[in-house]
Nanobody, 116 residues
């Protein structure tokens, strides 16, 4: 079955950096685009970044453009989200996502807290 496991979250000061990882299993990883979403406290879940199956095409929500970078290693079945210049408003639970055979799959999420 499809499984997505996020790691790398935690507490960081404003201006700091974190790298999230998501290890995928149960499907042919290199055939599917991957996405990162986040859900800030008390708010709706939003799309943060996406990457094509081969990694050549990426896209970002405006609020993270230039600060976050999505990447993937198809040999390791892993997608990453490098987050730089973090702001308090980036505080959220971050989720890895894939749509496999028409079904949305989510990881359990990882908390990122940006605070001094």
């Amino acid at each position: 079955q499809v499984q997505l496991v996020e790691s790398g979250g935690g507490l960081v000061q404003p201006g700091g950096s974190l790298r999230l990882s998501c290890v995928a299993s149960g499907f042919t990883f290199n055939s599917y685009p991957m996405k990162w979403y986040r859900q800030p406290p008390g708010k709706e879940r939003e799309l943060v970044a996406g990457i094509s199956s081969a990694g050549g095409v990426t896209n970002y929500v405006d609020s993270v453009e230039g600060r976050f970078t999505i990447a993937r290693d198809n040999d390791k079945n892993t997608v990453y989200l490098q987050m730089n210049s973090l702001k308090p408003e980036d505080t959220a639970v971050y989720y890895c996502n894939v749509i496999h055979k028409g079904i949305n799959y989510w990881g359990k999420g990882i908390l990122v807290t940006v605070s001094s």
